[in-house]
């Protein structure tokens, strides 16, 4: 099906894409990170949260194969995690675009003033890191480093400190 939504996802399952810079992270770092949080053994219950990784080209899968040996090993049980050849991948609808952030309406509002077009805010690295930490998702250690670098009002710094304690 194409351009699938959340109420008519078709056969199509939900996942992410990372872009990333590979002078930054490898994509052996990041697959370290994925297995670092992910049961491979968990039993797939449903085609749109199956538990899949979704290669690009022949050099990340084979990246991925070569490190399933290993979680085999590690885990001691066989990985269910399914392989695939990304074919299409579709953005989720606007409203799940930094769902976080956008539910927080004055951060998001302060956002959005450097990032007035969507596709913008959508694409916006400053946006994903703030949709991280207001999911709960921040190194306090580094939060406070790069405080000063979000441009946020005296307001929108209180806010986003409140998500990190």
Not at 83 to 95: H, K, R
């Amino acid at each position: 099906m194409e351009n699938p939504t959340y109420q008519r996802l078709g056969d199509h399952s939900e996942t992410i894409q990372i872009d990333f810079d590979p002078a930054v992270i490898t994509y052996a770092e990041i697959l370290e990170f994925f297995w670092s949080w992910h049961n491979p053994a968990a039993i797939q219950w449903s085609r749109q949260y199956m538990s899949a990784i979704f290669y690009h080209d022949q050099l990340q899968h084979k990246v991925i194969t070569e490190r399933i040996a290993r979680v085999e090993q590690e885990f001691g049980s066989q990985v269910n995690t399914e392989i695939l050849p990304l074919t299409v991948f579709y953005l989720a609808e606007d409203y799940h675009q930094k769902y976080f952030l956008q539910n927080e309406q004055e951060l998001a509002h302060e956002i959005k003033r450097y990032y007035p077009g969507f596709k913008d805010f959508v694409d916006s690295t400053a946006a994903a890191r703030l949709n991280g930490i207001i999911g709960g998702y921040a190194d306090p250690d580094l939060l406070e480093k790069e405080l000063d670098m979000y441009g946020l009002s005296p307001l929108g710094l209180e806010i986003l400190k409140r998500y990190t304690k």
